[in-house]
Protein backbone atom coordinates (compact mmCIF):
# COMPACT_ATOMS: atom_id res chain seq x y z
CA UNK A 1 0.00 0.00 0.00
CA UNK A 2 1.35 3.84 -0.77
CA UNK A 3 1.66 5.82 1.99
CA UNK A 4 -0.35 9.13 1.22
CA UNK A 5 1.31 12.31 0.39
CA UNK A 6 1.10 15.27 3.63
CA UNK A 7 -0.94 16.85 0.80
CA UNK A 8 -3.94 13.93 0.44
CA UNK A 9 -4.13 13.80 4.23
CA UNK A 10 -4.88 17.33 4.65
CA UNK A 11 -7.55 16.97 1.57
CA UNK A 12 -11.44 16.85 2.89
CA UNK A 13 -13.01 13.70 1.68
CA UNK A 14 -16.64 13.54 0.69
CA UNK A 15 -19.22 10.95 1.64
CA UNK A 16 -22.19 12.61 2.04
CA UNK A 17 -22.94 11.49 -1.88
CA UNK A 18 -21.22 8.46 -4.31
CA UNK A 19 -20.42 9.07 -7.54
CA UNK A 20 -21.35 6.26 -10.03
CA UNK A 21 -18.66 5.68 -12.23
CA UNK A 22 -17.74 2.83 -14.46
CA UNK A 23 -14.49 0.58 -14.57
CA UNK A 24 -12.67 -1.14 -17.43
CA UNK A 25 -11.63 -4.81 -16.63
CA UNK A 26 -11.24 -6.39 -19.90
CA UNK A 27 -13.40 -5.74 -22.91
CA UNK A 28 -15.96 -4.82 -20.30
CA UNK A 29 -17.14 -1.91 -18.17
CA UNK A 30 -18.56 -2.50 -14.68
CA UNK A 31 -20.43 -0.63 -12.65
CA UNK A 32 -18.65 0.91 -9.46
CA UNK A 33 -20.02 3.97 -6.37
CA UNK A 34 -16.95 6.26 -6.00
CA UNK A 35 -16.34 6.81 -2.09
CA UNK A 36 -14.36 9.14 0.03
CA UNK A 37 -13.87 11.40 -2.66
CA UNK A 38 -12.21 14.31 -3.33
CA UNK A 39 -10.28 16.67 -6.59
CA UNK A 40 -7.15 13.76 -6.18
CA UNK A 41 -9.32 10.35 -6.59
CA UNK A 42 -11.66 8.07 -4.64
CA UNK A 43 -12.34 4.76 -3.19
CA UNK A 44 -14.60 2.02 -4.39
CA UNK A 45 -15.31 -1.39 -3.37
CA UNK A 46 -15.56 -3.95 -6.55
CA UNK A 47 -15.63 -7.84 -6.84
CA UNK A 48 -12.37 -8.39 -9.11
CA UNK A 49 -8.69 -8.82 -7.72
CA UNK A 50 -7.44 -5.24 -9.43
CA UNK A 51 -3.64 -4.65 -9.21
CA UNK A 52 -1.77 -1.26 -8.80
CA UNK A 53 -0.99 1.01 -11.29
CA UNK A 54 -3.63 2.53 -14.21
CA UNK A 55 -7.12 1.88 -14.50
CA UNK A 56 -9.63 3.43 -17.25
CA UNK A 57 -12.58 4.56 -15.85
CA UNK A 58 -16.02 6.61 -16.98
CA UNK A 59 -18.98 8.49 -16.08
CA UNK A 60 -21.68 8.60 -19.21
CA UNK A 61 -19.67 9.56 -22.22
CA UNK A 62 -16.81 10.99 -20.40
CA UNK A 63 -13.48 8.93 -19.93
CA UNK A 64 -10.91 9.33 -17.53
CA UNK A 65 -7.55 7.41 -16.04
CA UNK A 66 -6.78 7.08 -12.47
CA UNK A 67 -3.98 5.31 -10.89
CA UNK A 68 -5.09 2.47 -8.01
CA UNK A 69 -2.82 3.04 -5.41
CA UNK A 70 -4.01 0.61 -2.63
CA UNK A 71 -6.42 -2.53 -2.73
CA UNK A 72 -7.11 -4.35 0.37
CA UNK A 73 -9.90 -7.31 0.75
CA UNK A 74 -13.58 -6.01 3.11
CA UNK A 75 -15.25 -7.47 4.99
CA UNK A 76 -17.57 -4.57 6.64
CA UNK A 77 -21.26 -5.82 6.93
CA UNK A 78 -22.15 -2.48 6.91
CA UNK A 79 -20.83 -1.29 3.68
CA UNK A 80 -21.90 -4.76 2.50
CA UNK A 81 -25.51 -3.92 3.05
CA UNK A 82 -25.05 -0.72 1.75
CA UNK A 83 -23.62 -1.57 -1.68
CA UNK A 84 -26.63 -4.46 -1.45
CA UNK A 85 -29.88 -1.92 -1.16
CA UNK A 86 -28.37 0.45 -3.32
CA UNK A 87 -28.28 -2.55 -5.50
CA UNK A 88 -31.82 -3.18 -5.10
CA UNK A 89 -33.22 0.11 -5.29
CA UNK A 90 -31.00 0.64 -9.11
CA UNK A 91 -33.27 -2.59 -9.88
CA UNK A 92 -36.45 -1.01 -8.90
CA UNK A 93 -35.22 2.49 -10.53
CA UNK A 94 -34.61 0.22 -13.90
CA UNK A 95 -38.39 -1.00 -13.87
CA UNK A 96 -40.06 2.54 -13.20
CA UNK A 97 -38.59 3.58 -16.61
CA UNK A 98 -42.29 5.28 -17.40
CA UNK A 99 -42.55 6.75 -13.82
CA UNK A 100 -39.62 9.67 -14.86
CA UNK A 101 -39.66 11.68 -11.42
CA UNK A 102 -39.61 8.10 -8.98
CA UNK A 103 -36.80 6.57 -11.08
CA UNK A 104 -35.01 10.27 -10.61
CA UNK A 105 -35.67 10.06 -6.47
CA UNK A 106 -34.73 7.07 -6.50
CA UNK A 107 -31.25 6.87 -8.07
CA UNK A 108 -30.53 10.13 -5.97
CA UNK A 109 -31.35 7.87 -2.72
CA UNK A 110 -28.79 5.44 -3.94
CA UNK A 111 -25.99 8.01 -4.05
CA UNK A 112 -26.88 8.99 -0.36
CA UNK A 113 -24.69 7.26 2.23
CA UNK A 114 -25.95 5.50 5.21
CA UNK A 115 -30.04 5.70 5.47
CA UNK A 116 -30.10 1.88 5.55
CA UNK A 117 -33.33 1.78 7.18
CA UNK A 118 -34.95 4.37 4.84
CA UNK A 119 -33.81 2.44 1.80
CA UNK A 120 -35.41 -0.58 3.09
CA UNK A 121 -38.44 1.38 3.82
CA UNK A 122 -38.25 2.37 0.34
CA UNK A 123 -37.95 -0.71 -1.24
CA UNK A 124 -40.38 -2.38 0.86
CA UNK A 125 -43.12 0.38 -0.68
CA UNK A 126 -42.18 -0.87 -3.76
CA UNK A 127 -42.81 -4.21 -3.44
CA UNK A 128 -39.47 -5.57 -2.88
CA UNK A 129 -39.59 -6.70 0.56
CA UNK A 130 -37.27 -9.17 2.23
CA UNK A 131 -36.72 -9.40 6.40
CA UNK A 132 -33.55 -8.47 8.20
CA UNK A 133 -32.83 -11.98 8.24
CA UNK A 134 -32.99 -12.00 4.72
CA UNK A 135 -31.09 -8.89 4.40
CA UNK A 136 -28.47 -10.65 6.58
CA UNK A 137 -28.46 -13.67 4.90
CA UNK A 138 -27.61 -11.31 1.53
CA UNK A 139 -24.55 -9.84 3.17
CA UNK A 140 -22.94 -12.88 4.42
CA UNK A 141 -23.22 -14.83 1.57
CA UNK A 142 -21.62 -11.62 -0.65
CA UNK A 143 -18.90 -11.63 2.15
CA UNK A 144 -18.40 -15.07 1.21
CA UNK A 145 -17.33 -13.59 -2.65
CA UNK A 146 -14.24 -11.72 -3.14
CA UNK A 147 -14.78 -8.25 -1.94
CA UNK A 148 -12.15 -5.31 -2.35
CA UNK A 149 -11.67 -2.03 -1.56
CA UNK A 150 -9.30 0.05 -3.33
CA UNK A 151 -7.79 3.87 -3.50
CA UNK A 152 -7.89 5.67 -6.79
CA UNK A 153 -5.32 8.82 -7.64
CA UNK A 154 -6.95 10.89 -10.31
CA UNK A 155 -5.54 13.85 -12.38
CA UNK A 156 -7.74 14.51 -15.23
CA UNK A 157 -10.36 17.88 -15.81
CA UNK A 158 -13.16 15.19 -16.48
CA UNK A 159 -12.87 13.70 -12.67
CA UNK A 160 -13.05 17.57 -11.91
CA UNK A 161 -15.84 18.20 -13.62
CA UNK A 162 -17.69 15.35 -11.73
CA UNK A 163 -16.37 16.55 -8.58
CA UNK A 164 -17.61 19.88 -9.49
CA UNK A 165 -21.04 18.26 -10.04
CA UNK A 166 -21.08 16.00 -7.09
CA UNK A 167 -20.38 18.28 -4.84
CA UNK A 168 -23.54 20.94 -5.82
CA UNK A 169 -25.59 17.96 -5.28
CA UNK A 170 -23.88 17.06 -2.32
CA UNK A 171 -24.62 20.91 -0.63
CA UNK A 172 -28.25 20.31 -1.70
CA UNK A 173 -28.37 17.15 0.30
CA UNK A 174 -26.80 18.55 3.11
CA UNK A 175 -29.26 21.43 3.44
CA UNK A 176 -32.28 19.25 3.04
CA UNK A 177 -30.97 17.38 5.76
CA UNK A 178 -30.03 20.61 7.50
CA UNK A 179 -33.89 21.78 7.24
CA UNK A 180 -35.41 18.44 8.03
CA UNK A 181 -33.64 18.46 11.53
CA UNK A 182 -34.72 22.30 12.21
CA UNK A 183 -38.46 21.07 11.19
CA UNK A 184 -37.91 17.99 14.00
CA UNK A 185 -37.64 16.00 11.31
CA UNK A 186 -34.24 14.90 12.94
CA UNK A 187 -33.34 12.49 15.51
Not at 63 to 83: K, N, P
Not at 112 to 129: E, N, T
Not at 143 to 169: C, I, K, T, Y
Request: charged fraction near 20%; aromatic fraction near 8%.
Amino acid sequence: MTEPSDAQRHIQRHNEISIRLHYAKGDDWHVIEAQQWNVRGFCFFHVHALHVGAIEFKRSLQHFSGDIVWTRACHDEEQVLEMLLNEAIHQQAQRLQNQSETQSRLLRLMRVRGMAQDKQRVLSALGFQLSQAQWQERVQQRLQEALFQSGVRVESPVWNAVVADAMELGSVVQDLERWSGALGGGE
